[in-house]
């Protein structure tokens, strides 16, 4: 393992052989994304003004609370998918099942669009919520993609996973 975290391959995760799924340009569409996110926000903002109307219906600490517990969330649930999936380097590529991974099978999208949900309820940026609609359906074409990209590497063994794994929401366990 120490020799593999030298090794050049590993330097980028664009070049690992053992992480089998990502699409090759996820990274910025997610940034293009976001941006288009944040400018709709500031548009809804400083042109429109229906966020700032919006805002004096919740109380501002409320808003402030709320939308950051929803974002600290969702960083936490993206930070952690990123640790499990960087931490361990193999030779061939490996597919995780455990730990998040074992709830959701996409926990670090999950956790990107958990963040855009605490903006959103901090902001109450209906421009914001539109595009956060084309968002989700970006990330779920993001996850189909690299779905049939583990499939093509796993087999059977992704499709049994995929069965009992839900894409985005976890099942109520008992």
């Known amino acids: 393992m120490d020799d593999l975290r030298n090794d050049p391959r590993y330097k980028h995760h664009e070049s690992r052989p053992d992480l089998a799924g990502e699409h090759p340009?996820?990274?910025?569409y997610q940034a293009i994304a976001m941006l288009v996110f944040l400018a709709a926000i500031?548009?809804?903002?400083?042109?429109?003004g229906f966020g700032p109307r919006l805002n004096d219906q919740v109380n501002f600490?409320?808003?402030?609370v709320l939308g950051g517990a929803i974002a600290i969330f969702g960083g936490w649930l993206a930070l952690y998918g990123i640790k499990i999936v960087f931490s361990e380097f193999t030779e061939l590529p490996r597919m995780i099942t455990q730990d998040l991974f074992s709830f959701v099978r996409h926990p670090v999208y999950l956790g990107a669009m958990i963040i855009y949900v605490g903006a959103l309820a901090f902001t109450m940026s209906p421009l914001g919520l539109g595009v956060f609609i084309g968002v989700f359906f970006l990330y779920d074409w993001l996850a189909q993609d690299e779905e049939q990209r583990?499939?093509?590497i796993f087999g059977e063994a992704y499709l049994?996973?995929?069965?009992?794994v839900p894409r985005w929401l976890p099942r109520l366990r008992g």
């Open 42 to 48: 500031a548009f809804d903002y400083f042109y429109f």
């Open 25 to 28: 340009k996820g990274d910025f």
């Open 160 to 164: 049994a996973y995929k069965s009992q």
């Open 61 to 64: 600490w409320i808003r402030l």
């Open 150 to 152: 583990m499939e093509k």
